[in-house]
């Protein structure tokens, strides 16, 4: 075996060289590794190759497809963006909904209170009167 | 993305070195093997989905994390720092010449007789002894950048240090070899 070290045709030096003399006679000692050494190494390379990680770029849709699955059953790409949306969806509808419930409430509640103040025997200026204003609360405590 | 082959024939192609690699590291030949398990897995889990070009820078940088792994769980703190912090200069005194080395190294034949094969044989031992006894960051400089081909920029980024610290473990480690190879009449 020659071996060509990493090196310009101007940079050769006598340490690359020595080097590439020892390098040549570790060469052969790796040769003469034992059987049983060389089968154990053999295992280790089939084990570590069938463990060898795919591209990720492969991977990644993969991972999407099977939560799709899992999520719908069919593995339907519009309908299961669609499902994975819909709790949303309900709750912003139902926060919208207690909302405009509650609005209609409270207008309902000062319609009443506007109703028997209007439709009452007093006039209505006597409730910014202080005197009367001092009488309910009297009459109140009694 | 590298293809399940091409993951497969790197690894082939780098396993052996591997081992030994980690052998001169823990000294210990379960070890090692876990240690090079443990690499393979990790490169083929989290970056089996690298370009195949990729895979042997990060294969290195694994390997060696998972040697410090090993020394950090076995708890020899010690051990950890004689042999990944020793960063002393083995200067000595100007004795070195890797030209003589080279030169008489040059004038010798490599005879491809039972003489010689145990000669070499004898002297792949000495190598891997010397090799064993250098501070464990010149042995990882000088494995990465002379026996795995690596460039000086890709063997710093692997040790996570500057061209400049590869650069010097190297040459320390080139002159400790060398100086040591020399005195058991080894030349290369």
């Known amino acids: ?142 | 993305m590298a293809t399940e082959k091409e993951l497969d024939a790197f690894l082939r192609e780098v396993e052996k070195r591997a081992f030994k690699r980690s052998m001169y590291h823990v000294r210990n030949e379960e070890s090692a093997l876990d240690i090079v398990q443990d690499s393979m897995m990790k490169l083929a889990q989290h970056y089996g989905h690298k370009p195949a070009q990729e895979l042997p820078m990060l294969f290195q940088r694994i390997l060696s994390n998972c040697t410090l792994d090993w020394f950090r769980r076995q708890k020899t703190q010690n051990a950890l720092f004689t042999h990944l912090g020793d960063f002393e200069s083995s200067d000595d005194g100007g004795e070195f010449d890797l030209l003589e080395t080279l030169l008489q190294s040059d004038e010798t034949t490599e005879a491809e007789n039972p003489q010689g094969q145990t000669e070499r044989a004898q002297t792949l031992r000495a190598i891997e002894a010397e090799i064993q006894v250098l501070p464990a960051r010149q042995r990882e400089a000088f494995l990465m950048r002379y026996w795995e081909d690596m460039d000086v920029a890709e063997t710093a980024s692997a040790m996570g240090c500057s061209q400049g610290s590869v650069k010097t473990h190297c040459s320390r480690a080139v002159a400790a070899l060398s100086k040591a190879l020399r005195a058991k009449g080894i030349f290369l």
């Open chain 1, 1 to 142: 075996m020659t071996r060509q070290l990493s090196v310009q045709p101007g940079e050769f030096t006598l340490s690359d060289q020595f080097g590439a003399r020892v390098a040549h006679f570790l060469d052969e000692g790796a040769r003469e590794i034992p059987r049983d050494i060389g089968e154990r190494l053999r295992a280790a390379r089939t084990q570590a190759v069938a463990h060898r990680r795919v591209s990720e770029s492969v991977a990644a849709p993969a991972v999407i497809a099977h939560g799709n699955e899992a999520t719908l059953g069919g593995g339907m790409g519009f309908w299961g963006g669609a499902a994975s949306w819909l709790p949303f969806v309900v709750l912003v509808i139902g926060l919208m909904g207690i909302g405009t419930l509650q609005d209609q409430m409270r207008a309902s509640e000062v319609a009443a209170v506007d109703t028997e103040l209007l439709t009452g025997d007093l006039p209505t200026a006597a409730y910014t009167d202080p005197g009367f204003a001092q009488y309910l609360q009297r009459a109140t405590k009694e």
